[in-house]
């Protein structure tokens, strides 16, 4: 097991106001600290969803972990086969190379903080993420740039499955 040291000099404080949004309804991304902020220690974003919005579709991540941390309401979050159903306060933390995805429930609305550690530069992945959303790029133009923020889509039959 190695040990990862960050490293980085000046604390990273992150005003609400000062923070960007990228997106609005359904899906508001609050960039709060890429890895550069933090010397590599963790990426972190705020999600918040309207009722039933999907936050992410089904990936894996090789070189990181992902933290959900829900802040309000309820949200399924898939972990390997399992889709659980977290509430406010609740915390789940995915490993590396475990599938996994996040919606808000069908009729309420999610807030997350989401925490990848160690940290990926993601900030332009989630701008790129709104350039698709307003038709600037394609959603197939994911697929050029998986590797450079460690974010690989993939199928869920147990995803699919949770609404029928």
């Given at each position: 097991m190695s040990l990862f040291v960050p490293r980085f000099e000046d604390t990273a404080l992150v005003r609400e106001a000062g923070a960007e949004v990228v997106g609005g309804d359904p899906v508001a991304i609050r960039l709060?600290?890429?890895?550069s902020a933090t010397g590599g220690a963790l990426s972190t974003v705020r999600v918040t969803?309207?009722?039933?919005a999907d936050g992410a579709r089904p990936h894996v991540h090789h070189r990181s972990a992902e933290m959900f941390y829900l802040l309000d309401g309820a949200a399924e979050v898939l972990s390997g086969d399992d889709v659980v159903t977290a509430e406010r306060g609740d915390l789940i933390v995915v490993p590396p190379d475990r599938p996994h995805a996040f919606a808000a429930v069908p009729g309420a609305?999610?807030?997350l903080l989401v925490v990848i550690a160690p940290g990926v530069e993601r900030f332009e992945y989630f701008r790129h993420l709104q350039r698709i959303r307003l038709g600037e790029l394609t959603p197939e133009s994911l697929l050029e740039v998986q590797e450079r923020y460690d974010n690989h889509f993939l199928q869920s039959a147990a995803w699919d499955a949770r609404h029928r």
């Open positions: 709060l600290a890429d890895s969803l309207a009722a039933g609305t999610a807030d």
